[in-house]
Structures are given as structure tokens and as C-alpha cells.
């Protein structure tokens, strides 16, 4: 069965550094890939997909990330992170071939400090 | 109004009580779905609504039963909670299941079973 994997549970960034979260996936295939964030208390709002073309993708809010297939990775990355990024990020896998449902993994709580 | 919106934002219930959540989307989405989001866990996929039809039902227990009367509306009928049903209910609409769509979430339902 397909998984995904965010081994960072939580990770601390000074403002104005680089960011990269990992996602890895298990799959046969070519998944589709997304990047969401969500902010306390609030739904999850989707940074960026990918599911053909360029490996790497560009998103919302300076966001960016890139598919590599030898690896099933598909990290998310900032150059430069604002203290406003401090939220929970999910990395989430579906598939092509008729309905199969969308895999989120469990998530990568960014904290920002000054 | 565009996105998805769900009311209300907060619920508190007893064990014995019957409520509804809602769940609207003006996005001309085919596909609607309900997530569970507790502490701790992962996203928990609860149903799946296509054009109305339901596709998927993830073993979830008869006190939550669904409702789709449209493609643009979504219940979730609640009955008999129990405490462990406390968790923040999220709803997200996509243009159609099974291809490379990102969901469009609402900012959810916080609901607390006492």
C-alpha cells in the first residue's frame, strides 16, 4: 500500500534562514504530490503540487519544491523563512488510475524564532 | 462567497445529543469529502462524496452519518458522540476524485463531546 513519510515530527528555523522539509513516499508509480500548510486553528491551505513536467515546482508564499524520483522524495523548500511560516506542514501522495484516496502524512510542525 | 465554508467553527456537545455539521463550497467542485483531525494523529479520511454519491465510507462508526444533497453541500449528522469523537472536523471539496486535484479545505468544525 502507498505511504508517506515526514520524519521530522518538529523543526526550529531562525527567521531569515533556509527551510527544507522531507516527504518520502512509497509507490510504485508516479504519484501526484502536494505540499499543504495549516495554521493554528485553521483548515489546510495547499502550497504547491506536482504531477508531470518539471521536477521542480513552484508554489505559494515563496515556496518551492522538488520530485525526485531515485529518491521518492519530494521536499519542500524556502530560501528564506518569515517568522509568519510558523505553522504545520503535510506532505500528501495520490494516484493516477480511477479513485484512489489521497495519503497525508503526518505533518512537520515549523516553529520560526527571531 | 468562494472556497469552502463550514459552520459552525466551534461545537460543543453532550453524549446524547444530535447535531449537524455544514459544509459549503461555490467552487464548482464534483467531489466533497470529511476529515477527522485529532492530537497526535493522522488525518483520518471519513467519507467521500462524488457528484453526490458516496464512495467511500472508511469504516467509520454509524453515530457520524453523512448527507450530500448537492455537489455544493455537505452534512455530517452526529449522534450519540463519544468523548473520543472530540477533534477538529475538517471538509474539503476537490474538482474531481481520482486525478492530480488539490483539495480545498475549510477552516473546520471544533467539536467537543462532554
Known amino acids: 500500500a502507498q505511504s508517506v513519510t515526514q520524519p521530522d515530527i518538529h523543526i526550529t528555523v531562525s527567521e531569515g534562514a533556509s527551510l527544507e522539509l522531507r516527504c518520502n513516499y512509497s509507490?510504485?508509480?508516479?504519484?501526484?504530490l502536494f505540499w499543504y500548510v495549516q495554521s493554528p486553528g485553521q483548515g489546510l491551505q495547499l502550497l504547491l503540487k506536482?504531477?508531470?513536467?518539471?521536477?521542480l515546482v513552484q508554489g505559494i508564499k515563496g515556496f518551492e519544491a522538488e520530485f525526485k524520483r531515485s529518491q521518492s522524495s519530494f521536499n519542500l523548500r524556502k530560501p528564506s523563512v518569515h517568522w509568519s511560516d510558523a505553522a504545520e506542514y503535510f506532505c500528501?501522495?495520490?494516484?493516477?488510475?480511477?479513485?484512489?484516496?489521497?495519503?497525508f502524512g503526518t505533518g512537520t510542525k515549523l516553529q520560526v524564532i527571531p | 462567497e468562494t472556497g469552502v465554508t463550514q459552520t459552525p467553527r466551534h461545537l460543543v456537545m453532550g453524549m446524547t445529543n444530535k447535531k449537524s455539521l455544514k459544509c459549503e463550497q461555490h467552487?464548482?467542485?464534483?467531489?466533497m469529502y470529511w476529515y477527522k483531525q485529532s492530537a497526535k494523529k493522522p488525518l483520518e479520511l471519513m467519507f467521500v462524496?462524488?457528484?453526490?454519491?458516496?464512495?467511500e465510507n472508511n469504516s467509520v462508526p454509524s453515530r457520524f452519518s453523512p448527507e450530500c444533497p448537492n455537489s455544493s453541500h455537505l452534512f455530517l449528522h452526529l449522534h450519540t458522540l463519544q468523548p473520543e469523537d472530540s477533534a477538529l472536523y475538517l471538509c474539503?471539496?476537490?474538482?474531481?476524485?481520482?486525478?492530480?486535484?488539490?483539495?480545498?479545505f475549510g477552516s473546520g468544525t471544533r467539536l467537543t463531546v462532554v
Open positions: 474539503a471539496s476537490s474538482q474531481d476524485i481520482g486525478g492530480p486535484y488539490g483539495y480545498t
Open positions: 509507490y510504485g508509480a508516479t504519484p501526484y
Open positions: 506536482y504531477f508531470s513536467g518539471d521536477t
Open positions: 500528501a501522495v495520490g494516484f493516477s488510475g480511477g479513485y484512489q484516496k489521497v495519503t
Open positions: 467552487l464548482g467542485h464534483n467531489a
Open positions: 462524496y462524488s457528484l453526490e454519491e458516496r464512495v
